[in-house]
């Protein structure tokens, strides 16, 4: 776990976001095949894991950035974590010696990793700015992003232990920076987002959640150290109420956990970084609200660092106008009873911004 020292004292490099997920069902296709092998095995930590991967190449998620971008090569992974084959989505930026920024994104219950690529153009976006995008694949196509032990996830722990893995194994195969690693995710990827955020903060060095919230209850996850963390949340979501469900209705294929509202998610990891009072003011299209993490002024303490630094450490919950359980800025349309997108807010800028540092 950081200290808020260790926070201040990395934090030119070590932005800030938030991240968080909910857990009803989303529509999405599912990604390919796996083939051929490659990579390289490997043993993690907590339990065993070995990787295969597809060399380069250029999947249906595929494309340009910008206009004069090359599409970002892909590779289909699978990783052996806990007598399980795992799979994920890889996209890489142009190939380079230099230690490479690692983003984890984590798709909604129902979906998979090709429906989350496809409504946040993650992989265009941030392959352009030089980061590595794992899109890692749900077990039954979602998250164990609480603490509770149900019939359908007896190990409660089995996802971040996974989680764990792929950044190792990515560290080592792909050249990612270990101190450069965030993660994001939409809906119950948000909460599995947020979850990795509290409970190893150590691994992350920010976090972003879109319409996610912690979970509560029997199933709480509570954070355990200071980290930048974003939750950006959707003021009219008619399928997780931005006020938290401390009692959800039961569901035949899963059970919803409950969760915390959106501000108290935020609060929580403010107050894990010893924020002081926040601040809220209103942009347009949108409402944020910004605490500032406490952290010890950085050893060289010039006037530069110090302002990097504060720039850096904070949490921020930022909540959308007109806008449902949804991806602001993205031009796929939800499905029926998920509420409008709203437009007034590019989520996937703005996430990257944060978790990069340039939208102090």
Not at 245 to 274: H, M, Q, V
Request: hydrophobic share 40%; glycine share 12%.
């Amino acid at each position: 776990m950081r200290s808020s020292r260790d926070l201040a004292s990395r934090a030119r490099r070590w932005p800030a976001a938030l991240a968080l997920a909910l857990l009803l069902p989303l529509a999405g296709c599912a990604t390919g095949a796996d083939s051929g092998p490659g990579g390289d095995p490997s043993a993690t930590g907590t339990g065993s894991a070995t990787a295969t991967a597809t060399g380069p190449g250029t999947g249906p998620g595929g494309g340009t950035a910008t206009g004069t971008a090359a599409p970002a090569p892909e590779v289909r992974g699978q990783l052996r974590a806990d007598d399980r084959t795992r799979r994920y989505l890889l996209h890489r930026p142009a190939d380079t010696d230099d230690p490479k920024p690692l983003l984890i994104a984590f798709h909604g219950r129902g979906a998979d990793a090709a429906e989350l690529r496809e409504k946040s153009r993650l992989e265009r976006a941030a392959t352009a700015r030089g980061m590595l995008v794992a899109f890692p694949e749900g077990l039954d196509h979602g998250w164990g992003a609480g603490t509770r032990a149900t019939k359908q996830r007896p190990d409660p722990g089995l996802d971040v232990r996974f989680t764990e893995a792929l950044i190792k194994h990515l560290v080592r195969t792909e050249h990612a920076d270990p101190e450069r690693v965030y993660a994001t995710g939409f809906s119950n990827g948000g909460s599995m987002a947020l979850r990795m955020a509290a409970e190893r903060p150590d691994l992350l060095a920010g976090a972003v959640s879109v319409s996610g919230q912690l979970p509560a209850g029997d199933a709480a996850v509570k954070p355990t150290g200071p980290l930048p963390v974003m939750v950006v949340y959707g003021a009219d979501d008619p399928v997780r109420p931005l006020a938290g469900w401390p009692s959800p209705p039961p569901d035949p294929e899963e059970p919803i956990l409950p969760s915390l509202s959106a501000r108290d998610t935020a609060a929580a990891f403010a107050a894990a970084g010893g924020a002081g009072k926040p601040v809220a003011r209103e942009e347009k299209g949108y409402d944020r609200t910004v605490w500032r993490l406490k952290d010890a002024a950085p050893e060289d303490s010039t006037a530069a660092a110090t302002e990097a630094a504060a720039g850096a450490a904070t949490v921020q919950l930022l909540v959308v106008h007109d806008a449902g359980h949804t991806w602001p800025g993205s031009t796929v349309p939800p499905p029926d009873g998920f509420g409008p997108v709203s437009k007034a807010l590019d989520a996937t800028g703005t996430l990257l911004d944060f978790l990069t540092g340039s939208g102090r």
